[in-house]
């Protein structure tokens, strides 16, 4: 799957601290800072490299890279999230409700206790993460690309996820309604584990 990657032609390294006072986050190269809070500010073609945020709520953003950054426990509910790539990331804990993720890479990141709930999602690819305990409900998703990532004990509830590809992904434990199980591509395997979760008897 083909997705539009970040727009980013050029950025500044600058002290955070500078970026809050003026409200201003356009082209900025940020490294090694924590306890972050930003409320009420719009990104645009920004970097960030091993920060720790503390807070984020009422933030738009639009062609970010998130390198080694800890976003756990942040809040992204009620955004447009366009043209974003988080790397090697931390995003345990994170809210995605009633959000819209669109053009979004997720990379090697630990995910755990997501909840992502009536958010829209399109082209949004997920690589070698863990989303356990994570639950994803009443999401209109357009496109999605999953690889390798562990499900374990992850909800999927009223979501169709027809097409979606699961076979590379550690899918012991995963959680389908009858709604989002409609139309999944799953492995062999994953088809004996899905047979017993809906209680259908499998006979060779």
């Known amino acids: 799957m083909k997705i539009n990657k970040p727009k980013i032609k ?5 002290d955070i601290n500078d970026c809050l006072e003026n409200n ?19 990104m645009d073609s920004c970097i960030f490299d091993k920060v720790i945020f503390s807070k984020i709520e009422n933030v738009s953003m639009m062609d970010i890279i998130f390198n080694d950054c800890d976003l756990s426990n942040v809040n992204f509910d009620n ?8 790397n090697n990331c931390k995003l345990s804990g994170t809210s995605f409700i009633n959000s819209n993720l669109e053009d979004i890479e997720f990379n ?4 755990k206790y ?23 409900d009443a999401c209109e998703v357009k496109n ?18 027809k097409d979606t590809d699961f ?24 088809c004996r584990d899905l047979a017993l979760m809906l209680d259908i008897i499998v006979r060779d």
């Open 108 to 111: 090697n990141c630990v995910m």
């Open 79 to 86: 955004e447009y999230l366009t043209r974003i790539v988080f």
């Open 144 to 161: 999605i690309f999953l690889d390798k990532d562990k499900l374990y004990k992850t909800e999927f509830r009223n979501t169709k996820l």
């Open 167 to 190: 076979t590379t992904c550690d899918t012991y434990g995963v959680i389908f309604d009858m709604k989002s199980v409609k139309g999944i591509i799953v492995n062999s395997l994953e």
């Open 10 to 14: 050029y950025t500044e390294d600058i």
């Open 114 to 136: 997501l909840n992502i709930n009536t958010t829209k999602i399109e082209r949004v690819m997920i690589n070698n993460c863990d989303l356990s305990e994570t639950i994803i």
């Open 24 to 42: 201003d986050f356009n082209n900025v190269h940020i490294m090694n800072t924590e306890n972050i809070i930003i409320d009420n500010i719009t």
